[in-house]
């Protein structure tokens, strides 16, 4: 059986799919599905974890940035 694979949000740079066997960035377990937004970025977090990294999380264009990018939260491209 193939895991079921998990998308949250637009991917900007590839089409690649987060999965069930991705490793959070905060708590190092398995099931991380939400990316962190900036070119480049590895980093990956569970919802629950996102929130208590201090990760920036956009609940309009559902996208996060990670701590280290959370500056970059005003060109997330959140309009009204």
Partial sequence: LVPELFVWGELADTEALFSPWQ?????TRLGASIPCRSPG?????????????????S?????????EHSEGA???????
């Fill in 23 to 27: 490793r959070c960035s905060h708590c």
């Fill in 59 to 67: 609940m309009k264009t559902l996208q996060l940035l990670c701590p």
């Fill in 41 to 57: 970025c590895p980093r990956l977090y569970h919802f629950p974890c996102a929130t208590a990294s201090g990760s920036f999380l």
């Fill in 74 to 80: 005003a060109y997330l491209g959140e309009k009204s």
